[in-house]
């Protein structure tokens, strides 16, 4: 099923290397019963915004890590990259078209470095117009259930022909407006909901228009690393019935949801709704988008439609989302930086 959109608009080998050669004060000595000579330590190079490494790199985080052999060192972007390091793996959340080519030119001239994640896959999901393709591609469904994505329609200028466009498509309304580009900006998680047709015509394109499932008001939130998969409840938007939808505007504003959601996990709800998805299922969706995708750090909103047991949507997927929310994250990420870390065998330049 592709979307719609108006004619506008990614060997276990343990490697313990005698002559070692790391850059300044980066032997992390982990002594380890029957080696002879202690492993390298993984040395994780970060490029994080100054807001990420506090919701991120938390003490306790960057602790663990110690303790099992991985070292942090923030990448300066005053310097070229390939003055850096040595680095084992460089982990990154920065935008922009500079980054994006320092990042290729870099994976170009030191393929035996991971980078997590490869740039051209995570621009992909910072267009909401293809974000979800490759969940409406994948058409699953199986005895646990079905994962589809809402009907949706891109709308890439001229407001003014909006409910034709709505009509044509066949969307029902009531209809998410989401900004078309998901680029971690403000404005780019100010959603709106239009339950009113000729309202449509005040809303300000680029955009996408999704139709509203109700889900009971609760989301999951499922985030992967690597091959980890947790999933937590939160508060979600309400289902329309429960709207004191004002009849004159038609458009009805609503600032961001999904990160600032309350957690839903301790609250007192319906079973039919709170209950989690099919665990076998998040495992194969979770599979087959990171091979899709070519991403392993991302997390997806899922919602089950009000009334069904095992009707879900996804209807956001992030990169790089907040783990610090995550239960057990520090674990989770150590062992997944480990196994990348010292899963392949290297050979360093001299
Ligand atoms: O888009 P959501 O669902 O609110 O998830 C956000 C989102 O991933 C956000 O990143 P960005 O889209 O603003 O770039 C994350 O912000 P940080 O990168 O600063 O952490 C939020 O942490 C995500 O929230 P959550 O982890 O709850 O999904
Ligand atoms: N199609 C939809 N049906 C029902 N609720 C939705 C839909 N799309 C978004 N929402 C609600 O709006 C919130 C934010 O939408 P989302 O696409 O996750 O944007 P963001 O990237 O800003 O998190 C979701 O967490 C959910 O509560
Ligand atoms: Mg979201
Ligand atoms: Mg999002």
Request: net charge neutral; proline share 6%; hydrophobic share 40%.
């Given at each position: ?29 982990v ?12 040395v ?30 923030a ?103 989401k ?72 458009i009805?504003?609503?600032?961001r949801?999904s ?13 039919t ?20 995708l ?15 047991r ?15 929310k ?25």
């Amino acid at each position: 099923m592709r979307l719609r959109e108006n004619d506008d608009v990614g060997e276990k080998e343990e490697v313990v290397e005698n002559d070692v050669t790391l850059a300044q004060n980066q032997w992390c000595p982990v002594v380890n019963a029957g080696f002879s000579s202690p492993k390298r330590a993984v040395v994780v190079g970060y490029a994080l915004t100054t807001k990420k490494i506090k919701s991120f790199l938390q003490p306790k985080l960057e602790g663990l890590a110690r303790n099992k052999g991985i070292l942090f060192v923030a990448i300066d972007h005053t310097r070229p990259l390939s003055d850096q390091g040595p680095f084992d793996i460089v982990l990154h959340k920065l935008s922009g078209k500079e980054w994006r080519q320092v990042l290729e030119d870099y994976r170009q001239s030191h393929p035996e470095v991971t980078v997590l994640d490869p740039p051209d896959a995570i621009q992909h999901l910072r267009n909401r117009q293809y974000m979800l393709q490759a969940v409406a591609d994948m058409n699953l469904s199986d005895s646990y259930g079905i994962v589809g994505v809402p009907r949706q329609l891109v709308i890439k200028r001229d407001a003014f022909a909006i409910p034709e466009l709505v009509n044509k498509a066949g969307l029902t309304l009531p209809l998410v407006a989401k900004p078309l580009v998901a680029d971690g900006s403000a404005k780019s998680h100010a959603l709106s909901l239009a339950y009113e047709q000729f309202s449509l015509q005040k809303l300000e394109p680029p955009l996408v228009l999704q139709e509203f499932v109700n889900h009971g008001g609760v989301l999951f939130k499922v985030y992967i690393v690597g091959d980890a998969i947790k999933v937590v409840r939160r508060f979600s938007l309400p289902d329309v019935s429960k709207w004191e939808l004002s009849k004159d505007a038609g458009i009805y504003n609503f600032p961001r949801v999904s990160c600032a959601a309350a957690s839903a996990d301790d609250a007192d709800l319906d079973p039919t709704i709170a209950e989690l998805p099919p665990r076998p299922l998040l495992e194969k969706l979770a599979k087959e988008l990171r091979w899709r995708l070519g991403l392993r750090l991302f997390n997806l909103d899922i919602i089950r439609e009000y009334g069904t047991r095992d009707h879900f949507y996804v209807i956001d997927i992030n990169y790089f989302p907040g783990y610090g929310k995550m239960p057990e994250y520090e674990h989770i990420f150590t062992d997944f930086l480990l196994s990348l870390g010292q899963g392949k065998y290297k050979k360093r330049s001299g």
